[in-house]
């Protein structure tokens, strides 16, 4: 197997050479006024990509998504508090069982299949018959590839007490997200998917009202580390250009991601979106053309930075990805538990581009027809250029 291959997998990404040598700068001081700048003008930039201004706060910590997502509930509970969960998949699920771990009560809604979305009038009807201190609900569920109509949820309870948790792991930087105007309080991601820097950075999101709920909550329930009190008054400080410390930042990684902010708005905000919906369109129809089904059951739900896939019943998974392998591709196989070994995902986002796509959709060809799949080789390929030409891309 060759070392130059295609990571194609829903995180972490390839990232841009340019953030990866910006990252290798070598010895720098978090307590710097080189560094208190460029960290002020990343926590300016993290807002510009949700379309809010300086009355939303953005914290950024070392740490993983996971972090990211204990953090954004586990700040705005108080004991007792009851918390709706919205789950349309495997990480709508990692919310249920990150609360069992606190003392407040939970309810669940849920898919009956993978590839749905929990209706928006289910959600309505359970928010008008009970009430809540928080929702949570994933914006791109990673493990079925679907997208949550967020701003249907937003914009319901946008006049209401209760906060919207949005975990936007595998959306930020690859879907629209316009927090103020959607009514979203918290969103919450990491650093190595769609935003395109390596893992380790976990970024939320507060709105006023968020802000307002941590002031009465005082983070009382948040485990020391995670506590975003303590948090605030470091990034407020780093805004004034005052080093202030309570804990190392990822000194070297938020470099990255001020490298990578400057990269995306460089593309801009619009283009960049509408790259990633046609790039995971080329995609999906490829797929559909070579005679595979996609996980997600309505174009409109579909995800612009990841796909899954069902395999062909006589395919094996550990077959496919190893025969992906072979032809320098790397895609991930399923985790949803019931399915698991029947489908794979790939990704496509961050800087990936037409050529990337092409490519995993010609190894995926070559793989099924290697493994005995009658498919005509190209089918898949053109389909996707088909799309590509559409839209002059």
């Not at 949700?50 to 705005?76: H, I, P």
């Not at 390929?381 to 559409?390: C, N, T």
Request: glycine residues 8%; negative net charge; hydrophobic residues 45%.
């Amino acid at each position: 197997m060759s070392e130059r291959r295609i990571l194609a997998i829903p995180g972490p990404i390839i990232f841009e050479p340019h953030v990866l040598r910006s990252i290798s700068i070598g010895h720098l001081s978090h307590m710097s006024s080189e560094f208190v700048w460029l960290f002020a003008e990343v926590l300016g930039g993290l807002r510009r990509l949700l379309f809010v201004d300086d009355d939303y706060k953005v914290v950024v910590l070392a740490g993983s998504g996971t972090l990211a997502m204990e953090a954004g509930v586990s700040n705005f509970i108080d004991k007792g508090s009851r918390v709706l969960v919205v789950s349309n998949g495997v990480f709508g699920d990692r919310f249920v069982e990150l609360l069992s771990q606190y003392p407040v009560e939970v309810d669940v809604l849920k898919v009956d299949e993978p590839g749905e979305v929990v209706s928006s009038e289910k959600i309505f009807s359970k928010l008008s018959e009970e009430d809540y201190d928080l929702v949570t609900v994933t914006h791109v569920d990673t493990s079925t590839g679907v997208r949550h109509p967020i701003e249907e949820l937003g914009a319901f309870l946008k006049d209401k007490e209760t906060l919207l948790v949005v975990d936007g792991v595998c959306s930020v930087a690859g879907e629209e997200i316009r927090m103020r105007d959607w009514g979203i309080d918290v969103v919450l991601t990491g650093s190595q998917k769609a935003i395109g820097v390596p893992p380790g950075l976990a970024i939320l999101w507060l709105s006023p009202k968020a802000i307002e709920k941590l002031d009465k909550t005082k983070g009382k329930c948040a485990p020391y580390y995670m506590n975003l009190c303590r948090w605030l008054s470091i990034m407020r400080s780093y805004e004034n250009l005052k080093p202030k410390y309570f804990a190392t930042p990822a000194v070297n990684l938020i470099v990255g991601l001020h490298e990578s902010l400057e990269l995306i708005f460089k593309e801009g905000l619009e283009d960049r979106f509408k790259r990633h919906r046609i790039l995971a369109e080329s995609f999906r129809k490829a797929m559909v053309e070579i005679g595979l089904k996609v996980m997600a059951k309505k174009e409109d739900i579909a995800a612009s930075t990841v796909t899954a896939v069902y395999l062909p019943e006589k395919v094996q998974l550990s077959s496919f990805l190893k025969g992906m392998l072979k032809r320098n591709v790397v895609v991930a196989g399923g985790i949803y538990p019931e399915i698991k070994d029947r489908y794979f995902r790939v990704g496509h986002m961050g800087p990936a581009n037409a050529n990337d796509v092409i490519s995993i959709i010609a190894a995926i060809e070559r793989t099924l027809h290697d493994l005995g799949l009658k498919i005509q080789l190209g089918s898949g390929v053109g389909a996707a250029q088909e799309v590509l030409a559409k839209h002059e891309y």
